[in-house]
């Protein structure tokens, strides 16, 4: 399973265009599950993709392509990216409206852990593999963290703004499913069961799904 990774974009910048440039993880802030990203942890992972284009996804997911990240480059602050939304289609010009008015509002990478070092706090990660950085939603404004894409892990009023805004349900709608499923996600998730995370994203998914077609 993918890990996710969450950060602002009060310091991106986006054109006209649809041309976006800014940080998708930054170094030495750790986050809610203790984890904290070293200075080239990513340079492997980059060297591998040899300038090659990566997908620019909305919420990590894989349907919901909205353009190309052509550039990643590590710095002192972090993983500096650049890329290009595809503004020829409807999701990529409705991402840059959202992205442009501030309902869109942070950068997050999906990615695997493949070398970390235990500190007295937790995990400092010094070598990832990077499959794509999506444009979400609900970021925690100037540090990374585990993304609440993790539906599992999110509290009650998260997932209900996840079922309004991401999956296009009415609150009562959302309500009534949070009420039926809810407490048995939680208690599996609290018993240590693997599968929820991904059994949650997978519900979410198939929602928005539904709710487009």
Same mark, same amino acid.
């Given at each position: 399973?993918?890990?996710?990774?969450?950060?602002?974009?009060?310091?991106?910048?986006?054109?006209?265009? #649809?041309?976006?440039? +800014? !940080?998708?993880? %930054?170094?030495?802030? @750790? /986050?809610?599950? *203790?984890?904290?990203?070293?200075?080239?942890?990513?340079?492997?992972?980059?060297?591998?993709?040899?300038?090659?284009?990566?997908?620019?996804?909305?919420?990590?997911?894989?349907?919901?392509?909205?353009?190309?990240?052509?550039?990643?480059?590590?710095?002192?602050?972090?993983?500096?990216?650049?890329?290009?939304?595809?503004?020829?289609?409807?999701?990529?010009?409705?991402?840059?409206?959202?992205?442009?008015?501030?309902?869109?509002? #942070?950068?997050?990478? +999906? !990615?695997?852990? %493949?070398?970390?070092? @235990? /500190?007295?706090? *937790?995990?400092?990660?010094?070598?990832?593999?990077?499959?794509?950085?999506?444009?979400?939603?609900?970021?925690?404004?100037?540090?990374?963290?585990?993304?609440?894409?993790?539906?599992?892990?999110?509290?009650?009023?998260?997932?209900?703004?996840?079922?309004?805004?991401?999956?296009?349900?009415?609150?009562?709608?959302?309500?009534?499913?949070?009420?039926?499923?809810?407490?048995?996600?939680?208690?599996?998730?609290?018993?240590?069961? #693997?599968?929820?995370?991904?059994?949650?994203?997978?519900?979410?998914?198939?929602?928005?799904?539904?709710?487009?077609?």
């Amino acid at each position: 399973m993918l890990e996710h990774k969450a950060i602002g974009l009060a310091d991106a910048t986006i054109t006209d265009e #649809g041309i976006i440039t +800014g !940080y998708a993880s %930054l170094f030495g802030q @750790r /986050d809610d599950g *203790g984890d904290t990203v070293v200075r080239g942890a990513f340079t492997k992972t980059l060297a591998i993709r040899a300038g090659r284009p990566m997908p620019m996804l909305r919420e990590h997911e894989p349907r919901d392509v909205i353009g190309v990240w052509t550039d990643y480059t590590e710095d002192d602050r972090g993983l500096r990216v650049k890329g290009q939304l595809a503004l020829d289609v409807q999701d990529g010009r409705e991402a840059h409206g959202l992205i442009k008015m501030g309902a869109l509002d #942070g950068l997050s990478i +999906g !990615y695997k852990t %493949l070398r970390f070092e @235990r /500190d007295g706090e *937790g995990r400092r990660l010094t070598e990832v593999r990077l499959f794509e950085t999506s444009i979400v939603t609900f970021p925690m404004l100037g540090t990374a963290r585990i993304d609440s894409v993790k539906a599992a892990e999110m509290t009650a009023n998260e997932i209900e703004e996840r079922l309004t805004r991401g999956a296009g349900l009415s609150r009562t709608v959302a309500r009534a499913l949070m009420r039926s499923g809810l407490p048995a996600i939680q208690a599996k998730r609290d018993a240590g069961d #693997g599968a929820v995370n991904r059994m949650a994203h997978a519900v979410l998914s198939d929602l928005k799904a539904i709710n487009r077609s």
